[in-house]
């Protein structure tokens, strides 16, 4: 039986299939000694494969796993990064087995983060026609105006296209600072410090709270645990519902 690289490494809890894309392309992969290509299949039960030279054992059914992760700030959520002095794996060392981040948090961010050995899963997380919401606390120096914060909520261009919030509360207000609260369906990368940084306003802080109907609550920072039965039924449920509900 064959099939493409990409998915074998997602299918075994690896990484997602977008990481095993780029693992290939920086031609960290091998298939019986030689540098795999992009899009290259592979027989799992005869061939041979590695990643940085390390073997990976395939697992014809390996059990899936689903956890949350209150990820604190200063750790990169990729597991391959090979010049990060602080990885997501460092806090899931004890798990027996290789679970992924779903989608990303940068380094300077903290909260939420699934992590799962479930391509298909992370897939339906992450991929946009899902439309799956994140919710986030945002700090931002200096005080937000009446101004930038009309310009939040009906939506800032990025790379010619609009970002427009789910929603947009503010929770707190200082003299030099704000506090809100923001809902995206959009996933492009540190967007919600870009879209700050085009009316003006500095992020100090950024907290991911949700991820579709999942709630971070009150998981501290650095710890982890397996989502329940009831919480995959909810993303699934939330995931399957037509956008623009």
């Given at each position: 039986m064959t099939e493409r690289i990409q998915k074998v490494l997602s299918q075994q809890g690896y990484c997602s299939r977008r990481a095993a894309e780029k693992l290939i392309s920086e031609?960290?992969?091998?298939?019986?000694?030689?540098?795999?290509?992009?899009?290259?299949?592979?027989?799992?039960?005869?061939?041979?494969?590695?990643?940085?030279?390390?073997?990976?054992?395939?697992?014809?059914?390996?059990?899936?796993?689903?956890?949350?992760?209150?990820?604190?700030?200063?750790?990169?959520?990729?597991?391959?990064?090979?010049h990060a002095k602080k990885e997501v794996a460092a806090l899931i060392e004890d798990l027996p087995v290789r679970l992924f981040p779903v989608g990303r948090l940068d380094k300077d961010s903290e909260g939420l983060l699934f992590l799962t050995n479930d391509g298909e899963f992370a897939n339906m997380i992450t991929h946009p026609s899902r439309g799956v919401t994140k919710s986030y606390r945002v700090s931002v120096k200096p005080a937000m105006d009446e101004t930038q914060l009309s310009k939040l909520s009906v939506g800032v261009e990025l790379d010619g296209v609009p970002?427009?919030?789910?929603?947009?509360?503010?929770?707190?207000?200082?003299?030099?600072?704000?506090?809100?609260?923001?809902?995206?369906?959009?996933?492009?990368?540190?967007?919600?410090?870009?879209?700050?940084?085009?009316?003006?306003?500095?992020?100090?802080?950024?907290?991911?709270?949700?991820?579709?109907?999942?709630?971070?609550?009150?998981?501290?920072?650095?710890?982890?645990?397996?989502?329940?039965?009831?919480?995959?039924?909810?993303?699934?449920?939330?995931c399957s519902q037509p956008q623009g509900r």
């Open positions: 031609g960290r992969v091998k298939v019986n000694g030689r540098t795999a290509s992009l899009g290259e299949s592979i027989d799992i039960s005869t061939d041979r494969l590695t990643v940085d030279n390390v073997p990976i054992l395939i697992q014809k059914r390996p059990e899936k796993l689903y956890y949350m992760i209150n990820k604190p700030r200063g750790y990169v959520t990729t597991l391959h990064d090979r970002i427009m919030p789910v929603a947009i509360t503010i929770t707190g207000e200082e003299r030099n600072k704000t506090v809100f609260e923001i809902t995206l369906s959009e996933g492009r990368n540190r967007e919600i410090r870009r879209i700050c940084e085009a009316v003006g306003l500095t992020v100090t802080r950024l907290k991911r709270t949700a991820i579709g109907p999942i709630r971070l609550g009150t998981l501290a920072t650095g710890r982890y645990r397996e989502l329940t039965k009831a919480e995959l039924k909810a993303v699934y449920s939330a």
